[in-house]
């Protein structure tokens, strides 16, 4: 068929012979990609609860919106370049890796996603929803944490990216979720937390948002010439520690753990439980 409007399946089992791109996708009624790549774009809202199938990919592009409701098999990527994919659980987005290249990802349902990503890209997770990403997150971009919900990151992630936590909750749950190349960005009400047992290095660390440390260690390893600020709350029962040449300013008034706060770096000066380690 020819590139289209509005692709709208209610009745029969549709099956695409070429790839296609279409302004939107609605219905009910199954669709077999076979080898092909679809793309849907547009600037509208859609909603499709058949069932994709097939060896083939699936594109967003576009602005506008389109959610899948459907238990989907296909075994191609999908890419989520524009506007936002809407899905409710893991198993409306296919077997194959996930790509965040520029749009939106948003789960509005509890659910835990193994998908491999890359990109990273933005991943917005509506109030009260508990949403775990098990598999690996690799890529040079950015992850955005949107949306009042609880986003827990439990894979081994590789990502170089920036990780900006501008709403809710970004809980990790085991030593090496936290990607160490990253710099973290907590926004003032988000919040930034480790779960205990939880062993990371990152990068930087700058917001005014809230760092909750489990029983664990975070070490903030700044890079030399570099000034990190973060004017936010650190607590908790783990252990924070500044290592590398960088410079990290903490200018919280209850900037204080229960376990300690250890420096490693420039020399400097020591103050309450600081540790310097030179």
């Known amino acids: 068929m020819a ?27 199954n669709l077999n990609l076979n080898a092909n790549t679809l793309t849907v774009g547009g600037t509208g809202v859609s909603a499709y609860s058949g069932v994709i199938s097939g060896s083939g990919a699936l594109v967003k592009s576009g602005t506008g919106t389109l959610t899948l409701s459907g238990s989907n098999t296909y075994g191609g990527t999908t890419t989520v370049s524009g506007g936002t994919l809407s899905v409710a659980s893991d198993g409306n987005l296919g077997a ?44 040079g971009g950015s992850l955005i944490k949107t949306g009042a919900g609880t986003l827990t990151l439990s894979g081994t992630n590789s990502y170089t990216g920036t990780t900006i936590i501008a709403a809710g909750t970004l809980l990790v749950a085991a030593s090496g979720a936290l990607a160490n190349e990253s710099t973290y960005e907590v926004a003032s009400g988000a919040t930034f937390q480790t779960a205990d047992g939880v062993t990371n290095v990152i990068r930087g660390l700058s917001g005014a948002g809230n760092v909750i440390l489990g029983d664990g260690t975070l070490t903030v390893s700044v890079e030399d010439a570099v000034t990190n600020t973060f004017s936010g709350t650190i607590s908790g029962t783990g252990t924070f520690e500044k290592g590398d040449l960088g410079i990290l300013v903490l200018t919280g008034t209850n900037n204080a753990v229960a376990a300690d706060l250890k420096m490693w770096g420039h020399p400097g000066v020591c103050r309450r439980r600081l540790h310097c380690g030179w």
């Open 3 to 29: 590139d289209i409007a509005e692709l709208a399946l209610n009745g029969g089992t549709a099956e695409l012979q070429s790839s296609e791109t279409v302004g939107s996708l609605s219905g009910s009624s």
């Open 96 to 139: 194959g890796a996930l790509v965040l290249n520029g749009g939106t990802l948003a789960v509005t349902g509890a659910t835990t996603i193994d998908n491999a990503v890359t990109g990273p890209g933005t991943v917005d997770d509506a109030v009260s929803n508990a949403v775990t990403f098990s598999g690996t997150i690799s890529g």
